[in-house]
Each structure stands twice: as structure tokens, then as C-alpha cells.
């Protein structure tokens, strides 16, 4: 049987943040421990994705929990400015969110994707004309062509932002800053108004 740490035991958040920057494995893994074995951030977060068959809240836990102790290590988190568990759960409702966005989003590129098959029998029915088609066909292989030639970081970028994805949230998923993520959108934006 699987042993809790009780009430006395829990470390302050100023002792787990001391804990994850330190050398000590021994108070890094009660540190973690102790963020794995919060009822109320597995309970919020188990509530918040409620019955979706998308998302998974042991998979939006462990995401959060990693993305904290990359904070804590990178500086920016501050124990006097926020609470653990409000930071871990500001981090887990923002990966709910963008989860729940991208599957939204893949639900819409698959009924796009539909819409767009020559072979689909809706076509035909709706009367759409099979030139109309192909010329959308051609115009999105050139668009393809010229993302190509922004290079992989650009794409990402300007992918994020054609998504809705705010400056914030594409910082969070490139592992910037927001300015860095607002500098690269302006450039990336640029590179391809010159493209075309």
C-alpha cells in the first residue's frame, strides 16, 4: 500500500520551488511527489476535462507538472507572486484549452478535407463545379511551395497563428517568451509578404 505524505510532511511552495532548482534527488523526488499526490489539482484537473474521450487528464497532469518545473528551473516561476497548485492549474486549464482547441480544429480540417475529395458524393448533390476544384487544388500546392521556402520555424509560427493561437500561447507551445513569440509572428509575417 502506497504510503501519503501527511499534512505536516507537505513542503511549502517556497521549499518545493528551493527543492526543484536544488541538487538534492532525495527532496526533488518528495517535491514531485507531493505535486503527483495533490488531490485537489488531480480532482480540478479531472473535473475540468470532465467526460472527454480526447483528452486525457493524467497525460494534461503530467504536461503541467513538467511545464512547471520548467519554470522553476528557467527562473520565472515566483513563490511570492503565486501559490504551486494556482500556477500548476493556470498551466493545465491553458493545455485543456489548446487540447480542446486543436481537436476542434482537426474535426474542422477533416470536414474540409471531406468537403474537398473530388470522389465525395456530397459534391456532386451540392452542385459544386469539378474545375472550381482543381483550381483550389493548384492554388493550395503553390501555397504549400511558398510555406516551404519559410522554413520550418516560420511555418510553425505562422501554422500557430492562422489557428487563433494568441502571442501568449504560441510562446507557451515554442518555449519563448511572449515578445519573442509577438517578434516572430511580425517577421515570419513579413518573410512571407516578400514570398509573395
Not at 459544386?128 to 520555424?153: F, T
Not at 515570419?188 to 516578400?194: G, M, P, S, V
Request: proline fraction near 3%; glycine fraction near 4%.
Amino acid at each position: 500500500m502506497k504510503k501519503h505524505p501527511s499534512p505536516s510532511d507537505d513542503m511549502s511552495d517556497e521549499e518545493i520551488a528551493a527543492a526543484l532548482r536544488g541538487k538534492n534527488r532525495k527532496l526533488q523526488d518528495k517535491a514531485l511527489q507531493q505535486l503527483y499526490q495533490d488531490d485537489i489539482i488531480r480532482h480540478t484537473i479531472m473535473k475540468w476535462v470532465g467526460n472527454s474521450s480526447d483528452i486525457n487528464s493524467d497525460d494534461i497532469l503530467q504536461e503541467s507538472i513538467i511545464t512547471f518545473c520548467e519554470k522553476v528551473w528557467s527562473g520565472v516561476y515566483d513563490p511570492s507572486k503565486s501559490k504551486v497548485r494556482t500556477y500548476i492549474l493556470s498551466i493545465a486549464n491553458f493545455l485543456i484549452m489548446r487540447d480542446a482547441r486543436k481537436n476542434n480544429r482537426r474535426d474542422n480540417l477533416l470536414e474540409q478535407e471531406q468537403l474537398s475529395n473530388p470522389d465525395n458524393p456530397l459534391l456532386t448533390d451540392q452542385g459544386i463545379d469539378p474545375e472550381e476544384l482543381l483550381e483550389s487544388k493548384q492554388e493550395r500546392e503553390w501555397i504549400h511551395k511558398i510555406l516551404a521556402k519559410l522554413g520550418k520555424r516560420c511555418q510553425k509560427v505562422l501554422g500557430l497563428w492562422m489557428l487563433s493561437f494568441s502571442s501568449a500561447e504560441i510562446a507557451m507551445e515554442m518555449r519563448w517568451t511572449e515578445s519573442t513569440a509577438k517578434d516572430a509572428v511580425k517577421e515570419c509575417k513579413r518573410k512571407l509578404r516578400e514570398l509573395f
